[in-house]
Structure formats: structure tokens, C-alpha cells
């Protein structure tokens, strides 16, 4: 039967076949009621614009949702024969997935072996892959199509998934269509060609109720009789349309709905659809075999040797719901009887149960576990949530709801974590129980809401078990103080550092170290917000034991890799620990790379970024910020995803995007000042006043800086604060304001400076400078020019200062030379904004020329950098200034030697995507072979390292 009423639905599917077959992906999200037409707009696509594409279908079905993987073994099943191109790590992840092997898959390396998989077979052929009703897919093939979806890119494959309306299906970032109900016209002529004969009263009455639902329709019109149609039977008043849905069965398979047609039942019951099990759980199986075959021929259900299937989902919910429980729980004994898994079994098992059963909810409990480790988190809070409802122990109920909430938290299924809590809550009757369930109450509220009501959580838990568990509090503890110096709250941060003092006295070594060196942590970062807060000094000096501080806790005995337990953002940059950090911080990001460990990677990125932007490595950052916000954004980190975007806000401020540096830092506020993230808010603010200054409007920036800087602004943190006064200071000198930037500076000044934090002891002689007296002022300008381990970009800020200085005391060859260094330095790193003042001043300083190319700052948008923006002259000297952030990641990888294959898996892209990424490479380098790569790299490497010699040198 045609599709009616949806010409435009239509077109956009034609279109996105099309694109498909020009190497072009797409996917779509096809959201609507049950019975609005979804499936029939997937036919009439499989249909009517597949030419020249190969067809991929799948089907959800609501019982097999229990079954990890089943989904998407149905996509990839008729792609396996390319699972030989697959890299070893995802070739064995897959066939883990799919119970090929004993082994636990890790969820994102198969769901880059399914990415990988549909990017090879798209090579041969392009894919439309249907996917329908997706919202009764397993979560972890669910999670994994999604995961796909978002990653398309020149592979040439269509991806459609159809979701019934009011469903918890979400596939973030995937462009969603919602089908209305038919109008009247549409209805009117869906029924000629169902009912063309149907009487006006009866067809009125048919549209009236069916409200646009073209199942219904059809449905309800065929289930009356001819004399019905005809209106020579008077018709029933009839029920609203949400209840008739029970009765759309087709006509012709009313007479199989009898008592005796429990193989109906057994086949709606029967998630795999196994014609050997329901036939197996059959009371007499050649009658119910001729049953099954009567209602294929009544259009009810299909079959072929090994499966039966419903020709809809709602022809299965109509026979399942309308059995009474005593039979369904019949039907379940008796498939479970019949099945030979083990887990397909205690599903049944579960299903029948009517009260208690230890032994049950125990097989429940390690069906959990093992569904856990192949990905699927979400089916195993359904299996521990069942358990707790069948045990009699209330203790066992606390905690396997407790765990189920991890689980589902884990899912990202954030609020039903949070209900599971609270039913778990007055059951916990002992102190480890309610510590756990504080400790991820804690983790819940951080992730989604606000650190200070969840830093006073996993404060509460953590001193439960002090005594009973001291690994679990002291894990409590360290997720605490994160909590804390995000929401900048110095007493909080005393409070944990107390606690875990008391920890490490009882603690046996190595822990009772971890517990000191994490309080030490503590007490310093309380201190430099003392200072901060009060504008008098820090009572810690930056001793060795300080450096000991900043060191990462990058694993703890036992628990691998924590990405959270690192160090706070800035505090290695303030104690001159920088770049040990950075290497640390690189060897957890390989290992997390290398793992597959997508979920982990934003809570590392954001700190490794942060110290990248303040040494002066703003490609690296850009390119790490980029990654980060994509992955926080999907699994819903808020932190992170804020965080993220205010570094990212900071280098658009410094490279000269306006606009990009607003909108960045209003999305980075707006995540974080509803959640009370200080750190964030005020990092995005201070992006505000940089890229003010860096405009050229001094008048604007200082206002904006001078709250980030003021204890008592909501914008203000302490650590950010320290960070944001020279900018401050030099903002109000620039704007005419000397009284109040001596004032700002009697603060930084008072306020102290860590003794290792070399760069920000530059940019304290540089504020110095500005408002000394001529004759100390050269000395100064000179002080801060040679502090170690500057920062091309604050090195060129210097010079430009001291240029600006010496040519108002008419030493103009003195500025000059400063000037045309600040410039060539601060155009090598990208701050078009200085470099272009810089060569302002030049100018007045009488030089008409500099011969400095300009370069294109890097890319900080979250998503790839618009092409029109790009430098037209290839430089194979400057990748760093020529490609997008996505660019340089494929192309540093490719230049040490990674193929396609390696790529792809470090990035969690397809090979086909970095292949198109390599594409516009070369051209923009001025190269055209893979190997050239390795050179361009070496001589921007080579250049850079030029600059810094040219700086130990003095000049």
C-alpha cells in the first residue's frame, strides 16, 4: 500500500539515500507514535530509493532488550565476512559480543568495530541501514548504534532509526524527525485505498477515532466486518482509540485467538523468536506448528525454519497483554523449560516469578555481573533490579538496588539511578551500605548538578566507614575534594584534608602515603585560597614536599587508571610542575587510548588542556578541547563539557575569534552557573575580559576582570584569580586607570606568588614594569623577559609592552628590535590580535615592513572549523597554522607512522574519516605523499625549537 500524507518525510529519505550514494553519511532518528507510519516509511525507503545501495535491517523487539548485543548482531550479522579488516583489539571485541568468545568485550571497542565494520562494507557498497522500532533494542546495541551515528562521516551509509514516541530512547547529537498524525485529507485517502466501498458514516467515524494514526486506521477498518463497512450493521459506540489499539488484530486471525492457541503466546513470549524453543515449550508441537502456520497465512506473524516474528510489535503487545498473568507466567515456565541458555532461561525464570526466591534472584545477581562486563550496563540494572525485588533479605535489596544504580547511572540513566537510591535508602542499615550509596549519590549530583551539595554528600558518606573501610573512604574523599576546588569552597577542602589525615594514621603503607600526599594536596590549595580570598600571602611556601603535592595519584593500588585523581587543574602549573604532569597526564591518555576507555577521557582532557594553554601548547589544546567536548557531551559530564568549553573560549580570545570565544564561554556558563561549577564560570569569564583586551577595548575588559579577581563576585575563583591578574592590571594601565591598577597589583603583590610559578612571576615584573618609575622600569621589563620557561605567547606579550614603553621614551631602535620580536613570536603562536597591535607599533616607530607572514590561528571551535576560514598558502613548515583541530590529530598521528586502521581507533572515528581528514591534508601542506608528513612535522619542530634556543641564548 502507498505511503500517504508524508511527501516531505519522503523526501528527506530520498535525499538521504542519494547522499549515500555519493559517498555521503547521514543518520536520522524516525520518532513517532506506535502505529504512526514509521515502518511503512522505512519500506517505502527500502523500497523506492535503495538502487544501488545495499539494505541493512534490524528489528527491536521488547523481550530480547535483556540480551546484550542481540541488536546489533542483527546489523552486522551479513557484514561479518569483512571482519577480517578489522584491527586485532576490535575483531576480538566483536566476537566477544556476539558469544564467539568466553572473553569480556570492552562496549566502545565494539562499538568501533561495528563503526569500522559498516565503514568497509559502505567501501564495496553503500549501506541504508533500517533499524526499526530501535526503542526495544538492547542498551548496548543501542548505545553502540549511536555511538555510529554521531561518527558518520564520507563512509556512504544511510542510517534510519525508528523509535516509538514517549520511549527513553536518545541517541544525542543524531538529527531527530517526529511523524504527526495524518490530517484529514490524508486520512481520507489512506481509508479509499484500505476501505473503498466503506460507507461516509462509517469512514467519518473510522477517522474520528483513528486521530490520524495510520495503523489504526487500517487496522481498526479491517477488523469490522464487510456488512459493518457497508453500515448495514449498526456500529458500537466504541472506546477511546488508546484502548481499541487491543483490538487490531486482523479479521482473519480472530479465530485463532482461542484458548488453545497458547503458541501465540509462547511466540510473543519468546524474545529470540526461536522456532525450536517455542515449538519446544509447545504441549503438543505439530498443532502448534500448523497454529503458527495458519497465522502467517493471516498476515499475523512470519516465519521460516528458525524464527517466527510478528509482523508488528503491536500485534505481539496485544497478544502478550492480553493473556491473563497466569497464563503468561505458564508460557514463561514453559519456555524456560525449552530454551538452552543459561541466561534467556533465568529471564523466563524472573518473568514467571510470583513472590520470593533466593536461589532466582542469586542466578540474577551473576547474570548481572557477566552482562556488565560485555558493555551493557543498562540491562544489568534491569537484572539487579529484578533481584531486589525477589529476594527476602532486606540487607541483599539494599544492596543490589544500590548496585543496579550504578548501573544505571553508569548508562547515563541518571534519574533512575537517583529513584533506585531511594528506594535503596531505608534498607541500608549498615554504615558500609549507606557510605556507598552517599558515595554515588555524591558522584550523581557532581556529574549532573552541583559540586558543593555533592561535595557535602560524599562528605557525610565518607566519614561513615573512616574506621570500617578506609578504601572506600578515602575513594569518597578524593571525589570530595574534586567536588570542592571545582566549587572553589576553601573549607571544604580543610574538611577532607582533615579526614584524611585521621585515615592515613590507621592505614597501612602504601595507602596511609596516598592519604597524607592527598591531604598535603588539600591543605595547599586551601591555603592559596586563603591567600586569594584575604589578598595577605600564603602561609605554603614551594618546597619539595610542594612539588610532592602537585604530583599526579594517576592510579591508586588496585584500581588502575583514575583519571580524577590527578592533581587540580592549574596547581602543577603554579608549583612549576607543569611538564612532569603533562607526561603523566600523556601516559594515562595513551593507556585510556589504547583501552577503548572513551567514558574516562574527559576528566583527564580537561586538566591536560588546561596545562597545555598556559604553557603555551595551544594546538595540542585546541586539539584535546575538541575531543573533550564531544565526549562530555555525550556522556553527559557537565563539569568537563564547561571546563572544556572555557579553555577552548580563552584560546578564541587569544587568536583573535570574537565571536567564537562568546559563544564558547555563554555555553560554558551557562552549564556551570545553574551548577554552581566556580571553576568553570569563572575560566569563562576571564575568556570574556582576555578577548576584550585583546580587542582593544581596555575600558571593557577591566570591569570583567576585575570580577573574576574580587573575593566576594560570584565569577570569582581562587586559583583562576591568580591566573587573571596581570591581565587585570595591564587592562586598567591601558585604559587610563593607573590608581586603580596600583591597587590591583598592591593585591597581587600581597597575595603572593608560588616560588616555582616562573611564568606568573614574569607576568608580575611585567605588571611592575608597567606602573614603575622610568628608572626602574627597564630593569623590570628586562627581569620579566628573562624568566625560564616562558611561554612564546607571554614572551611576546612582554616585548610588546617593553616595544610600546621604549618608543614613548623615544628609544626607537631599542623598540624596534622588541617589537619585531614580540611580533614574529606572538604571529608564530597565533595571537593575531597582539602580533597585528605589535605591528602597529612598528609603524609608528617608522618601520613600513616586517616580512612576517601571518599565520592562521589554530581552530578552537568544539566542531570542525569552517573551510572558509582557512589560510589559502599551503606551509609545510606550519601545519599547526594551516589545518582545523580534527586535522592536526589525524596528521601528527599519521606522521609517526599510525595507519588509517590505528587511527581510527585512537580517535573513535572511522578509517574512511581520517582518510577524508588526510585529503584536505595534503593539499593545505603543499604534499602529496604520506611520507612528507614526517618532514612537515620535523620542521615545525625544528622551527619551534630555533625559538626557544634563540630565547636561553638571551636575545
Not at 171 to 186: C, F, I, N, Q
Not at 187 to 206: H, K, N, W
Not at 328 to 339: K, T
Not at 750 to 778: F, I, K, N, S
Request: aromatic share 4%; charged share 25%.
Amino acid at each position: 500500500m502507498p505511503v500517504v500524507g508524508r511527501a516531505e518525510e519522503q523526501r528527506t529519505l530520498a535525499a538521504m539515500a542519494a547522499a549515500a550514494r555519493d559517498g555521503h553519511s547521514t543518520a536520522l532518528v524516525l520518532r513517532g507514535a506506535a502505529g504512526i507510519g514509521k515502518s511503512a516509511l522505512l519500506r517505502d525507503l527500502a523500497e523506492g530509493s535503495a538502487e544501488g545501495l545495499r539494505t541493512l535491517w534490524a528489528m527491536g523487539v521488547r523481550s530480547e532488550a535483556g540480551l546484550p548485543f542481540a541488536g546489533l548482531h542483527q546489523v552486522l550479522r551479513p557484514l561479518l565476512r569483512f571482519e577480517g579488516r578489522l584491527p586485532p583489539p576490535q575483531r576480538a571485541a566483536l566476537h566477544s559480543a556476539f558469544g564467539m568468545d568466553t572473553a569480556s568485550p570492552d562496549s566502545f571497542l565494539v562499538a568501533l568495530a561495528a563503526l569500522t565494520l559498516l565503514s568497509e562494507a559502505a567501501h564495496e557498497t553503500p549501506l541504508l541501514l533500517l533499524v526499526d522500532d530501535a526503542q526495544w533494542i538492547d542498551a548496548a546495541s543501542a548505545d553502540t548504534l549511536g555511538f555510529v551515528a554521531r561518527r558518520l562521516g564520507p563512509e556512504g551509509v544511510a542510517m534510519v532509526l525508528a523509535v516509538r514516541d514517549g520511549s527513553s530512547f536518545q541517541a544525542p547529537g543524531v538529527p531527530e524527525l517526529t511523524l504527526r498524525p495524518l490530517d484529514t485529507a490524508a486520512a481520507g485517502e489512506l481509508l479509499d485505498q484500505a476501505v473503498p466501498e466503506g460507507a461516509t458514516a462509517v469512514r467519518e467515524l473510522l477517522i474520528r477515532e483513528a486521530e490520524g494514526n495510520p495503523l489504526a486506521l487500517t487496522e481498526l477498518s479491517t477488523a469490522l466486518s464487510r456488512d459493518q463497512l457497508r453500515g448495514a450493521v449498526p456500529l458500537t459506540d466504541g472506546l477511546p482509540l488508546t484502548k481499541r489499539l487491543h483490538r487490531i488484530l486482523p479479521h482473519s486471525a480472530e479465530p485463532l485467538l482461542t484458548e488453545e492457541s497458547g503458541v501465540l503466546l509462547l511466540a510473543a513470549a519468546e524474545p529470540e523468536g526461536s522456532l525450536a524453543t517455542i515449538l519446544g515449550a509447545a504441549d503438543h508441537p505439530d498443532r502448534a506448528l500448523n497454529l503458527l502456520h495458519q497465522a502467517a497465512s493471516a498476515r499475523l506473524l512470519s516465519m521460516n525454519q528458525q524464527s517466527v516474528r510478528y509482523r508488528h510489535p503491536l500485534y505481539r503487545s496485544v497478544i502478550y497483554q492480553g493473556a491473563s498473568p497466569d497464563r503468561r507466567r505458564a508460557a514463561h515456565l514453559a519456555l524456560a523449560r525449552a530454551v538452552e541458555d543459561d541466561d534467556r532461561r533465568i529471564w523466563h525464570l524472573a518473568a514467571a516469578a510470583t513472590g520470593p526466591d533466593d536461589e532466582l534472584a542469586r542466578s540474577l545477581v551473576k547474570l548481572a555481573r557477566r552482562t556488565r562486563h560485555t558493555g551493557d550496563a543498562a540491562t544489568a540494572a534491569r537484572a539487579l533490579r529484578r533481584a531486589a525485588t525477589l529476594t527476602s533479605a532486606p540487607r541483599h535489596r539494599a544492596r543490589w538496588l544500590i548496585d543496579a544504580a550504578e548501573c544505571s547511572w553508569t548508562a547515563a540513566e541518571h534519574h533512575q539511578a537517583a529513584l533506585l537510591l531511594s528506594q535503596a535508602e531505608p534498607l541500608a542499615d549498615t554504615s558500609g551500605l549507606r557510605a556507598r550509596l552517599a558515595q554515588l549519590r555524591g558522584a550523581i549530583i557532581h556529574a549532573s548538578s552541583d559540586p558543593v551539595v555533592a561535595c557535602a554528600t560524599l562528605l557525610d558518606g565518607a566519614r561513615l566507614v573512616l574506621d570500617s573501610d578506609p578504601e572506600l573512604a578515602r575513594e569518597t574523599l578524593t571525589m570530595a575534594a574534586r567536588s570542592a576546588w571545582i566549587a572553589g569552597d576553601p573549607v571544604r577542602l580543610d574538611e577532607v584534608a582533615g579526614l584524611l589525615e585521621r585515615l592515613q594514621k590507621d592505614c597501612p603503607e602504601p595507602e596511609a602515603t596516598v592519604s597524607r600526599r592527598m591531604a598535603e594536596r588539600c591543605r595547599y590549595l586551601s591555603g592559596l585560597a586563603d591567600a586569594a580570598d584575604t589578598a595577605g600571602p600564603t602561609p605554603y611556601g614551594t618546597s619539595c614536599d610542594d612539588r610532592h603535592r602537585a604530583a599526579p595519584l594517576s592510579s591508586l593500588p588496585g584500581t588502575g587508571v583514575l583519571p580524577w585523581a590527578g592533581p587540580p587543574t592549574f596547581l602543577p602549573y603554579l608549583v612549576g610542575v607543569a611538564d612532569t604532569v603533562l607526561d603523566a597526564y600523556q601516559r594515562t591518555l595513551d593507556t585510556l587510548h589504547r583501552d577503548g576507555s572513551a567514558g574516562a577521557l574527559p576528566m583527564l582532557l580537561a586538566p591536560m588542556a588546561a596545562l597545555q594553554l598556559v604553557t603555551g601548547r595551544w594546538t595540542d589544546a585546541v586539539a584535546l578541547g575538541t575531543e573533550g567536548v564531544s565526549l562530555a557531551d555525550e556522556t553527559r559530564q557537565l563539569g568537563p563539557a564547561s571546563h572544556l568549553r572555557a579553555l577552548l573560549a580563552w584560546l578564541a580570545a587569544v587568536t583573535g575569534d570574537g565571536h567564537g570565544c562568546h559563544r564558547l564561554a555563554q555555553e560554558a556558563l551557562d552549564i556551570a552557573e545553574p551548577h554552581r561549577i566556580s571553576s568553570a564560570a569563572a575560566l569563562a569569564y576571564w575568556s570574556l575580559g582576555l578577548q576584550a583586551l585583546s580587542d582593544g577595548r581596555p575600558d571593557r575588559a577591566a570591569p570583567i576582570l576585575a570580577e573574576v579577581t574580587a573575593p566576594d563576585s560570584p565569577r570569582f575563583h581562587f586559583m583562576i584569580s591568580w591566573l587573571a591578574y596581570p591581565d587585570l592590571v595591564e587592562a586598567l594601565v591601558r585604559a587610563g586607570e593607573q590608581d586603580r591598577a596600583r591597587d590591583a597589583l598592591s593585591r597581587f603583590e600581597r597575595q603572593g606568588v608560588p616560588d616555582d610559578a616562573t611564568q606568573l612571576h614574569a607576568a608580575l615584573q611585567r605588571c611592575r614594569a608597567l606602573l614603575a618609575p622610568d628608572t626602574e622600569a627597564d630593569t623590570l621589563f628586562r627581569r620579566a623577559q628573562r624568566a625560564a620557561g616562558l611561554s612564546m605567547f607571554e614572551l611576546g606579550r612582554t616585548q610588546l609592552l617593553y616595544g610600546e614603553w621604549l618608543r614613548r621614551r623615544h628609544r626607537v631602535k631599542d623598540a624596534r628590535e622588541q617589537l619585531r620580536r614580540a611580533e614574529e613570536r606572538l604571529r608564530t603562536v597565533g595571537a593575531v590580535p597582539w602580533a597585528e597591535l605589535a605591528h602597529a607599533e612598528l609603524r609608528a616607530a617608522g618601520v613600513r615592513g616586517t616580512g612576517i607572514r601571518a599565520a592562521r590561528p589554530p581552530a578552537v571551535a568544539p566542531s570542525e572549523a569552517s573551510e572558509a576560514s582557512e589560510a589559502s598558502e599551503p606551509s609545510p613548515s606550519s601545519p599547526d597554522t594551516l589545518l582545523t583541530a580534527r586535522e592536526l590529530q589525524v596528521a601528527r598521528l599519521a606522521a609517526q607512522g599510525m595507519t588509517n586502521g590505528e587511527i581510527a581507533a585512537r580517535l573513535f572515528l572511522s578509517p574512511r574519516t581520517v582518510g577524508y581528514h588526510l585529503y584536505k591534508v595534503f593539499p593545505k601542506l603543499g604534499i602529496t605523499s604520506r611520507n612528507q608528513l614526517s618532514l612537515c612535522f620535523g620542521e615545525a619542530l625544528l622551527t619551534a625549537g630555533e625559538h626557544l634556543g634563540e630565547r636561553a641564548s638571551g636575545q
